[in-house]
């Protein structure tokens, strides 16, 4: 197997794959859908590859659907507060 399959093999395990796949890939993030997004994420939260797919969405810059248990806006605040906190830490240490 390739490394990238090897990389993915965590796919297999995920506690989606019976589920329906347009609870994941919601059309919007309000109204209707988030119903579709908590069911999603319920099913995330039982799911024992969930860190794996939350580094795979993250690592790939996936933009759209529930991926770890993390919606795209939940995965954009992240990388926002990850790039504040980084900036902070780069100015204490040019201040050092
Ligand atoms: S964390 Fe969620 S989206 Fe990822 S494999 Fe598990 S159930 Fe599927």
């Given at each position: 197997m390739t490394a990238t399959g090897n990389a993915m093999n965590w796919r297999a395990?995920?506690?989606c794959l019976s589920a329906d796949p347009d609870l994941f890939f919601p059309?919007?993030?309000s109204g209707p859908a988030e119903r579709q997004?908590?069911?999603a994420k319920t099913?995330?939260?039982g799911c024992r590859v969930r860190r794996e797919c939350l580094e795979f969405a993250?690592?790939?810059d996936q933009v759209h659907g529930?991926?770890?248990g993390t919606t795209?806006?939940?995965r954009q605040r992240d990388r926002?507060?990850?790039r504040r906190a980084a900036a902070a830490a780069a100015k204490r240490t040019v201040a050092a």
């Open positions: 395990a995920g506690a059309i919007s993030s997004i908590a069911r099913i995330c939260a993250i690592t790939h529930i991926w770890g795209p806006e939940d926002r507060r990850k």
